[in-house]
Nanobody
């Protein structure tokens, strides 16, 4: 069982930046790691994913503002969020699945972190 630990959430102003980190208890080739988010009353939605050492996918709503990177040596992925908007406010979850996919549905993912809150205010 893979354990995921997120960190880095917090509060920011519109236009500001935050960086989220997710550390996995193990890292295997071909594994996808992704970030999802869920705002109150809304369905969990995909934000970004990375697999095979660098192939990334982004939701249209964050493309050009968010960057996902990976440090295989540390079993970690990082989500750098720039030019934040109020609609980015949500609980962000790290997730993983033992195959390479391009983001996809949250239902596809096997393991989940506990979530970290991101709040963007104007």
């Amino acid at each position: 069982q893979v354990q995921l630990v997120e960190s880095g959430g917090g509060s920011a102003q519109v236009g500001g930046s935050l960086k989220l980190s997710c550390v996995a208890s193990e890292f295997t080739k071909g594994m996808t790691m992704a970030w999802f988010r869920q705002a109150p009353g809304k369905e969990r939605e995909g934000v970004a994913s990375i697999c095979n050492g660098g192939t990334t996918s982004y939701a249209d709503s964050v493309r050009g503002r968010f960057t996902l990177s990976q440090d295989s040596g540390k079993n970690a992925v990082y989500l750098e969020m720039n030019n934040l908007k109020t609609e980015d406010t949500a609980t962000y979850y790290c997730a993983t699945v033992p195959l390479c996919i391009a983001l996809g549905s949250h239902r596809t993912y096997t393991y989940w972190g506990q979530g970290t809150q991101v709040t963007v205010s104007s």
